[in-house]
């Protein structure tokens, strides 16, 4: 697709193309390498590893570059577009924090070097430690876990040892309200615990009457995301951390919405005993297909000794103008290693950058225009889509994808988002909501770009009246039109590439 197609106006469907493979590109005789003459003795192969048959394409460089940046080009990204997917916190990310990634003392760096030669590397740990413990209100933190989902994983493991070591052992129940994100049952489900939904109630809080009926003494804790993936802060917030302390419980905080929250409120001082951040939301570094996320856990201090090991730490003060030596601690009950050696340690580079480079009123800033963008969107679009919660959003707001007088679903909105050059809002999440379009445009984009989403939304609710299958069958300008989702995923098919009679061959 050339940037002409692009541009290409809703109205003016695209003419449907076959997109070639690498193997139609091919032809015999071509070729995009020359090896220099041999400098050593030449040897003959192995006839055993030698394959009779094997089809590889033929093409000179040229082809092969142009043949992948034609498929880039199809791909929507944050840095081609406006990105508004509810609970992913797709902001844009800065490019120096790519540039820091890339520095060859951070880049090269292996983590089996002896510590004191990894110092900068470590002192840059130890300070986003500090730094996280700092912006959230805890006592501890590791930046080990993965993504947000293992950092779950890992604060379920520490709820679950920390009664384990009480002697504590009747606990098996992890309270989930409605509205949770799914990693929340799987990440307690893995670790055998029963998971007991709490229903949220009509303003989109946790049901108190719900959530003191449900707690006793087999309750390992509740997973709370707050504000939550209505875009909602949990006006009972206290309360709801109170009721399960007081059975004996812990307190779970889903940090993927700490957006919200910077340099305003603290999950730590609310009393969430542990949470993950995801440091590819809050802290821009690139996810989706950008890049592998990293999900650090923050326990308070009660938790401190089950963290996972390594923890990075000062090994020996720094005398006048020398800096401290940094090193590895092992906490005295900890979970064990939960990611080989220090998480995805790249990431931690760009996420200690874009920190470093906000500063304490930078951060609230963010997370101030944040709510702000959100709720400038949900004014513009309230009119036009229903919001089932009649309240000031956060970061984020959940619309209903219907239309008074259309059978149209929120899929064929989020389809038709696409010809308008928008990448389609999280759709059918949170499930309590009918047709749910969820919808965060982050800090980083300006009044126009919400204008002309907001604009879009509302001219596709006229096209859903008087053109329904302008949307049924949306979208029309993107290279492929719409998709089999569901055969997608259940028939996956990851050779199709290969040409057909290689195929047949096994
Ligand atoms: C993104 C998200 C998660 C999972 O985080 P990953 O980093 O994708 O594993 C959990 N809960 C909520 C509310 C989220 O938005």
Aim: hydrophobic share 40%.
């Amino acid at each position: 697709m050339s940037d002409q197609d692009r541009k290409r106006t809703p109205e003016m469907p695209a003419p449907k193309v076959v997109e070639p493979t690498i193997f139609d590109l091919s032809a015999p005789g071509r070729t995009g390498v020359t090896f220099p003459p041999p400098d050593v003795p030449t040897a003959p192969l192995p006839e055993a590893l030698l394959r009779a048959d094997l089809p590889l394409p033929e093409l000179a460089e040229v082809d092969v570059v142009r043949h992948y940046m034609r498929l880039s080009k199809f791909n929507y990204s944050i840095d081609g577009g406006f990105y508004p997917l509810g609970s992913c916190t797709m902001k844009y990310n800065p490019k120096i924090n790519e540039d820091m990634a890339r520095l060859p003392g951070f880049a090269h760096a292996h983590p089996l070097q002896p510590f004191e030669t990894v110092q900068g590397s470590l002192a840059l740990m130890y300070q986003l430690q500090e730094w996280l413990k700092e912006i959230a209100g805890f006592a501890a933190v590791t930046l080990q876990p993965a993504a947000g989902a293992h950092g779950e994983l890992t604060g379920v493991l520490i709820m679950r040892a920390y009664h384990g070591s009480r002697g504590d052992t009747k606990r098996v129940k992890m309270l989930i309200p409605d509205s949770a994100h799914g990693t929340n049952p799987a990440s307690s489900g893995v670790v055998g615990l029963e998971i007991l939904q709490i229903p949220s109630d009509e303003r989109g809080n946790v049901d108190l009457p719900a959530l003191k009926a449900a707690c006793d003494d087999t309750v390992v804790g509740l997973m709370l995301t707050n504000p939550n993936t209505l875009g909602l802060f949990d006006e009972n917030v206290e309360e709801v951390i109170k009721i399960v302390h007081d059975c004996g419980g812990l307190v779970y905080g889903d940090g993927a919405n700490l957006n919200a929250l910077l340099g305003i409120v603290r999950p730590g001082d609310l009393g969430i005993d542990v949470m993950h951040f995801n440091l590819h939301k809050t802290f821009a570094t690139p996810h989706g297909g950008g890049g592998p996320g990293s999900g650090p856990v923050g326990v308070a201090e009660h938790l401190v000794d089950f963290l996972p090991t390594p923890l990075i730490g000062v090994v020996e003060e720094g005398e006048g103008e020398m800096p401290p030596l940094f090193g590895y601690f092992t906490p005295a009950k900890t979970i064990g290693r939960l990611k080989a050696f220090h998480g995805h340690f790249g990431m931690l580079v760009r996420a200690y950058t874009y920190i470093a480079m906000h500063g304490p009123d930078g951060l609230r800033a963010i997370a101030e225009n944040a709510v702000l963008n959100a709720n400038y969107l949900q004014t513009l679009l309230r009119d036009t889509y229903h919001v089932p919660y009649e309240r000031i959003c956060m970061h984020e707001f959940v619309a209903e994808g219907r239309i008074e007088g259309s059978d149209v679903r929120a899929l064929d909105i989020a389809k038709r988002l696409m010809d308008y050059d928008f990448h389609p809002p999280t759709n059918y999440f949170p499930l309590i909501v009918h047709e749910a379009l969820m919808i965060e445009p982050t800090e980083t984009e300006n009044k126009g770009t919400l204008d002309a989403f907001a604009e879009a939304l509302i001219q596709i609710a006229a096209e859903a009246r008087d053109q329904p299958e302008l949307l049924h069958e949306a979208p029309h300008t993107t290279p492929f039109g719409r998709m089999d989702e569901v055969k997608a995923a259940r028939e996956l098919v990851l050779c199709c590439w290969l040409p057909e009679d290689y195929k047949e061959k096994g």
